[in-house]
């Protein structure tokens, strides 16, 4: 939970949106910096309604392999992108490039590592610990998002807003590798079953 709590903070997700239109700002695109921040949270809202048909027909981990895999893509594309702009791409050529890169990034965040992290807390804790381990969650997540916060503006305002971009991308890459080798599938499962798998059993 752990890790999946840090890969959710580490895509960089709760921080860009923050930040959307200030990005928005800082490089020419071909719509009004303000219509292109609504337009990217109001897909990563619709999004985010959607996940709930999601995860009846396909398993978790299926979801989180995507989305973790999905957000280290685009987040590469962002980063490269805003490398490129300031040094040999003139902007008029690919300028709607990162608001379609970002609303991709809202869907596949959403899918996977936007809520599951929290499907997943309620489906490998039997019920006597539920309480217990959310509050450690809810602790550890607060941290690694102040965290996350503060090193944003640092590294930005250091090295530059493409650095922070190809960070997320390759906490998403380790978060895609993580969820391979460790993350079970639990849909359809009983908490006996899952505890099984976890323990190894079957």
């Known amino acids: 939970m752990f890790g999946l709590t840090m890969a959710q903070q580490l895509s960089g997700n709760f921080i860009t949106t923050q930040y959307l239109e200030v990005l928005f700002r800082k490089i020419t695109i071909v719509i009004d910096p303000h219509e292109a921040t609504i337009l990217v949270l109001f897909v990563s809202f619709v999004s985010g309604s959607l996940t709930f048909f999601a995860v009846q027909f396909v398993g978790r981990r299926t979801l989180l392999l995507l989305s973790t895999g999905g957000t280290c893509i685009t987040l590469t594309i962002l980063a490269i992108y805003l490398v490129l702009f300031g040094n040999l791409l003139q902007a008029s050529n690919v300028s709607i490039i990162p608001v379609i890169d970002l609303i991709i990034y809202q869907v596949v965040f959403e899918i996977g590592l936007g809520t599951l992290p929290n499907v997943l807390l309620c489906e490998l804790f039997p019920t006597e610990l539920k309480g217990f381990a959310g509050v450690i ?66």
């Open 137 to 202: 969650n809810v602790t550890f997540d607060g941290t690694i998002g102040l965290i996350v916060w503060a090193l944003y503006k640092l590294f930005e305002d250091n090295l530059g807003s493409y650095t922070i971009y190809f960070i997320f991308a390759t906490s998403c890459f380790l978060a895609f590798l993580m969820v391979f080798i460790w993350v079970p599938e639990t849909k359809g499962k009983t908490y006996n079953e899952i505890e099984a798998l976890l323990a190894g059993e079957i």
